[in-house]
C-alpha cells in the first residue's frame, strides 16, 4: 500500500494510474476504522482498479470543539486495516496541507433545505464543512467512484448535491449500513460508548425497526416517531431527534401528508453515555 502525505505528489501518482486506463475508487474517512469502513473499501474494489482511502478529520465540520477533540484517533491500527483489506494508496494529510488558506471563510455551498432539517438543525455549519472537504479531496484524487455509507445519509445526499453544484463527472455510491449484532450501525464513535451505553444504544435500532414494521401495516407514523422519541427518553437516552421524511428530487422533508410512492426514511439522534448517535432506515423506495 502507497501512503501519501502531500497532494501534489499523490497527484503525480494518480496521474500515472489514470494514463494507464485504470479506473479508481474512492473512501474519504476520519480514521478510527472498523468493518463498516472496509466494506466500502471492499465495494471499491469490486467496481474500480484503483482504490484510495483518506483518513483526515476535518476540523471545519466540528461545530462543537470539545467534539473534534474528543475524536478517536488510531492510525496505526487503521493502516494496519487498511494494508489486510489490500487498499491501494492511503492518503494521510496534515490540516495545514488541505486547509493551507486558514480554516476560516472558504467556499459557501447552496445545499438548499437538506441543510436545514435533522443534522443541519442540529450541528449548524457542519454540511459546509463536510461540503468544503470533500470537494478538497475529489479535487485531488479526481476518482470515478466516491463510495460512502447510509449509516450517513444526509451526508450522502449533501454530497451527491455539491457533485450537481460542481459539475463533477463522479459517481457516487452509497453501501448499505453495516451493524454491529446487536443492530447498532457501526461508527467510530461506538469505541467511546461504555459496555452498559453499548448494549443499551441497541433500542436505537429497535426503535427504526418498529417504526418499518408499522410503515408496513400502512399507518401513518408521526405519531408513532413521538412515541419512538418518548421511549428513548424513558431508556436513558436523550434524544435530538426522530423524524420520518420524504425524499423527493434530492429533497429532503419532513412527511406531513401520505408519500405515495416516494422514498420514505426514518432518522433519528440521540446522545447517550455523553456520545451522539446517528442512524436511519428506508422504510419506503430507494436512495
Known sequence: MYLF???????????????????????????????????????????????????????????????????????????KKLSNASTDILFLPSVEEMYPEGLAGGEHYDFGDLETILEGKFRPGHFQGVGRIVHKLLDIVQPHKLFMGQK???????????????????????????????????????????????????????????????FGKGLFLLEAAREAFDELKKQGFEPEYVDILLLKDGHLSHMDEPPGDHTVIAALAAWIDDVRLIDNMVLQGAL
Open 5 to 79: 502525505k502531500r497532494s501534489n505528489d499523490l497527484k503525480k501518482h494518480l496521474d500515472l494510474v489514470r494514463k494507464s486506463n485504470k479506473s479508481i475508487g474512492f473512501v474519504p474517512t476520519m480514521g478510527a476504522l472498523h468493518n463498516g469502513h472496509l466494506s466500502l473499501i471492499q465495494a471499491a474494489k469490486n467496481e474500480n482498479d484503483v482504490v484510495i482511502c483518506s483518513i483526515f478529520v476535518n476540523p471545519t465540520q466540528f461545530n462543537d470543539p470539545k467534539d473534534f477533540e474528543k475524536y478517536p484517533v488510531t492510525i496505526e491500527e487503521d493502516i
Open 152 to 214: 450517513d445519509l444526509q451526508q450522502c445526499l449533501i454530497i451527491r448535491k455539491l457533485l450537481q453544484l460542481t459539475n463533477s463527472t463522479v459517481e457516487l455510491v452509497v453501501c448499505p449500513t453495516l451493524r454491529e449484532p446487536s443492530g447498532l450501525a457501526m461508527s467510530s464513535r461506538n469505541e467511546r460508548l461504555s459496555p452498559a451505553a453499548r448494549k443499551k444504544a441497541a433500542a436505537i435500532y429497535q426503535a427504526l425497526t418498529k417504526l418499518r414494521d408499522e
